[in-house]
């Protein structure tokens, strides 16, 4: 399965498609241009939006009625993590703390009534509240909630189901009173700076393995809490009621400053690092840091890994900085650590956090306000400074809130849109794949086998954003021969694109046709099996052709069919003449239907359409002249239509690259069509008094016609009759520009020997420039013996041609005499004397100039004038 690589990947808001309440929209669009407290969140499939001092509830998934509930009142703001909604045995609740520590739970939402206690927090301030639960630990009739303040308290709600009470415990937190923190306050004062640098700013829990079991030897599992201010991490154990560890950033600060003398390249002074957040990842935790210096203009991101955990500090393994772009930078002042202390969060999908490598997940999330993040860890843990992947997004709204859930980061902005963060494959967004109600649009084709369901299956999880079910679905078939695969994946799509649905408009089912199309070849690339489908035989009518002919053939059907559709909506001619060809495409198949059904439903029949309009053009163009020209106008759009949409298909990222020295599949009598229309246009000029207008507009008609056509060639062109007809008319420009564009050696040469010698020279000889790789010399050579033109072929100079005068006996003597070589001359004049038996004339003519050459010869060869002097001699008796 192919590694996805920065460059397969692109980092994208996919729009959820999660009804924003009107009550909910309505407070975004008041507080737009206000500092605002809003803040989003969901949990357990409900999405809560707090904005002040109330609270709205929604299911995302039934979409029922939103719910509001009176928070607790404080002068302090609210945070998402104020609020918990939780689901017990299928009744769902919420429970929410005000900064104060006043608690407030719903233990139904169907309901208003509530239970409200305060917590004695000593002046500290609530940070967040979470659900403590674990299958190993469940109570049927009551629920647990974590409650973390920032000064790094940690306390124990529990929710009692059966009278709706709620009582506490506070657990444990960071010792104010002891000699620790008395001995640091005399040595370094309790400033500002020092308390902003304890005050915590996430709490999480994990659940590690207990060294007891329960009664029926199963494991058992213990909650630690963890609380991170932005220079120490501290773990609790809950149930012992005790500080596990603590884990200060000073730890880091020999691996930071390495690192910033290297990204640097210059000593530097007075490094400051601050933890920022934390998330449990693969056996054990990731943190995002900031860090900053005295030089430094920016702040430097970096993620490291502590391996470890459970009952001791942990050990630092991997790191990397994680760079950041200059548009996102801006936002973060240096010399103000409020400006990302508590604002740039980190986010892990369960799933990612417990797998072994980044790949075919959507990376680890750092979020901010104003843009987001998602980086790849090395599956390797040992290569530190190692960053597979980084990429970065920017956000047009404000990001105010977040979520995660097992697979996907979720944020919601200041417009009431939620969407997920994810790393699709490149090309997603061109496709239409991206949006949510392309999954609908998969037709349920009939496994026809248990290869094609298994295909179908992972095509659609694919569509659907789920690219590892899809590389999972896939894996049987990879072993498949690349035949196999080309043949499979080729009749899958040819099903999805060959079909009619009655009951969708046209424009809708072509388009989906197109997204299907892109989106299939998008899968074979990102399932890496996309050149064993290439370069694999797919059997058509009985003929073999690779894969990529028969994939590049479906593409670019789909866009003439666009195309033609688009022709067609023009003007009610071309409607009447689509319906016309339509009918005769159908009487090729024995099949009756409209258009729609015929040509723009079941695309294989594409291929036919020119050489039915040509048909349909005969039968209607036995008319008056006017009329004739309307249906050459008609006909000639229409071609012309289909030949731009193979051409921008082409040229599209998307497009089907052909095995080498393979055909197009619009060669042959595909394009010859084309050639046949300007063909016709350019007899109707001839034949017709057309007005200059109408003149020029069928000229410019054949023109176009035959530059597609001559594109579509493969082989040497040898005067095209369309070119040589252009000519003929006195559109010498016009038939040279396009002789020389396609390499029309034939008419090129033609046209050139028209000219006076001094111009024919000089065309010629900036032809064997120009053309010197495509052996326009030895051709231009070939065409003058065919037309017998001997003295201009003797004309012609270079070593090239020397060689190929040399390889015709009647030339190569003259070309000896020309170039003085008189002993070759002579010889070869022997040569020529011996062989020529059916005119003793000529014969005595070569025998005399083979002695003549030969006595004319530096170095007199006697033997050719012995044998010359013998041969005149006999003829002479």
Avoid at 77 to 103: H, M, Q, T, W
Avoid at 418 to 430: D, H, I, M, T, W
Avoid at 791 to 815: A, C, H, I, P, Y
Wanted: with cysteine; net charge negative; glycine share 6%.
């Amino acid at each position: 399965m192919k590694d996805l690589t920065t460059n397969d990947l692109d980092l994208v808001f996919d729009k959820q498609n999660l009804e924003c309440p009107a009550v909910v929209r309505e407070r975004l669009f008041q507080g737009r241009n206000d500092i605002s407290t809003d803040v989003w969140s969901a949990q357990n499939g409900y999405s809560w939006f707090v904005n002040r001092h109330d609270l709205y509830v929604w299911n995302q998934v039934s979409k029922l009625k939103i719910l509001q509930f009176s928070l607790p009142t404080t002068g302090l703001p609210y945070s998402a993590n104020s609020i918990a909604v939780f689901k017990k045995d299928r009744k769902a609740g919420v429970l929410a703390v005000s900064g104060e520590g006043c608690v407030r739970y719903w233990a139904s939402l169907s309901s208003n009534q509530f239970f409200e206690t305060t917590l004695d927090l000593s002046k500290e301030v609530v940070l967040s509240v979470q659900v403590l639960d674990h299958e190993s630990s469940a109570s049927p009739n009551s629920l647990l909630f974590l409650l973390s303040t920032t000064s790094g308290s940690v306390w124990i709600l529990r929710a009692d189901f059966q009278d709706g009470s709620l009582s506490s415990l506070k657990v444990g937190g960071r010792d104010e009173k002891g000699i620790t923190r008395r001995l640091s306050s005399i040595l370094f004062g309790s400033s500002k700076a020092s308390m902003e640098a304890s005050r915590v700013i996430r709490s999480l829990v994990y659940w590690r393995e207990s060294e007891e079991v329960d009664q029926h030897n199963d494991s058992v599992y213990d909650p630690v809490a963890l609380t991170l201010s932005s220079n120490t991490l501290q773990a609790f154990d809950i149930r012992g009621r005790a500080l596990l560890w603590s884990y200060s950033n000073v730890t880091l600060m020999d691996r930071i400053e390495s690192t910033l003398k290297r990204i640097s390249m210059t000593e530097i002074l007075d490094v400051r690092v601050y933890f920022l957040d934390i998330a449990c990842f693969r056996e054990g935790f990731l943190v995002l840091l900031g860090a900053t210096h005295e030089s430094a203009n920016n702040i430097t991101f970096f993620l490291a890994h502590l391996e470890g955990g459970d009952y001791t500090a942990p050990q630092l393994g991997w790191s990397s900085h994680i760079p950041i772009s200059s548009s996102c930078s801006h936002h973060f002042d240096v010399m103000d650590e409020s400006s990302f202390v508590g604002r740039v969060k980190l986010f892990v999908p369960q799933e990612t956090g417990q797998s072994s490598t980044c790949e075919r997940t959507d990376g680890v999330l750092i979020i901010y306000a104003g843009y987001v993040q998602s980086v790849y860890v090395p599956n390797d843990l040992g290569r530190i400074n190692e960053l597979p992947l980084n990429k970065m997004l920017l956000s047009s709204e404000k990001i105010i809130g977040e979520s995660v859930d097992e697979r996907y980061c979720y944020i919601m902005t200041n417009n009431g849109v939620v969407s997920a963060l994810r790393l699709l494959p490149k090309g997603f967004e061109e496709t239409g794949l991206h949006e949510v109600s392309f999954s609908d649009v998969i037709p349920d084709i009939v496994p026809e086998n248990s290869k094609v369901d298994a295909f179908h299956k992972a095509y659609a999880h694919f569509a659907k954003k789920d690219i590892a079910k899809a590389s999972a679905l896939m894996k049987p078939l990879l072993s498949l021969k690349n035949n196999d695969l080309a043949s499979l994946a080729c009749k899958y799509l040819f099903n999805l694109i060959d079909q009619t649905d009655s009951d969708c408009l046209v424009e809708n089912e072509l388009r989906k046709k197109k997204r299907q199309c892109q989106g299939v070849i998008l899968f074979l690339k990102q399932m890496d099996i996309y050149e064993k489908v290439r370069t694999g035989k797919v059997n058509v009518n009985g003929s073999p052709k690779s894969g990529a002919a028969f994939l590049a053939q479906m593409y670019e059907q789909v866009h003439i069919a666009v195309a033609i559709r688009e022709w067609q909506t023009l003007t009610e001619d071309n409607d009447f003449a689509l319906n016309m060809i339509s009918d005769i495409v159908g009487k090729m198949y024995g099949v009756q239907g409209d258009a729609d059904s015929i040509i723009l439903g079941k695309l294989s029949n594409l291929s036919d359409v020119p050489r039915a309009t040509l048909k349909a053009m005969e039968e209607l163009s036995k008319k008056t002249c006017d009329e004739r020209f309307v249906v050459l106008q008609i006909a000639a759009d229409l071609f012309l239509a289909i030949a731009t949409a193979i051409t921008n298909c082409r040229r599209s990222t998307a497009s089907v690259t052909l095995v080498p020295g393979e055909e197009l599949w619009t060669g042959g009598s595909f394009a010859d069509t084309f050639d046949a229309l300007a063909i016709t246009l350019l007899n109707e000029l001839r034949s017709a008094t057309l007005g200059r207008t109408e003149s020029a507009r069928l000229k410019d008609y054949a023109v176009r016609l035959t530059m597609f056509n001559l594109g579509e060639r493969t082989g040497r062109i040898e005067g095209h009759p369309t070119l040589v007809a252009l000519y003929t008319l006195g559109e010498e420009k016009i038939a040279l520009d396009l002789a020389e564009r396609f390499k029309d050696f034939k008419l090129l040469c033609r046209i050139c020997l028209e000219y006076e010698k001094g111009l024919r020279d000089e065309r010629l000889e900036t032809y064997k420039k120009r053309f010197a790789d495509d052996d326009f010399d030895i051709y231009l050579c070939q065409y003058l013996k065919n037309k017998n033109l001997n003295e201009e072929l003797l004309e012609q100079k270079g070593e090239r041609v020397d060689g190929f005068l040399s390889s015709l006996d009647t030339m190569r003597w003259r070309r000896e005499l020309q170039n003085k070589q008189f002993d070759k001359a002579g010889r070869s004049l022997l040569s020529l004397a011996d062989r020529e038996e059916d005119d003793a004339w000529k014969q005595k003519a070569y025998y005399s100039l083979a002695k003549l050459s030969a006595l004319c010869s530096e170095n007199r060869d006697e033997e050719v004038i012995s044998m010359c002097n013998e041969k005149l001699s006999q003829q002479a008796s």
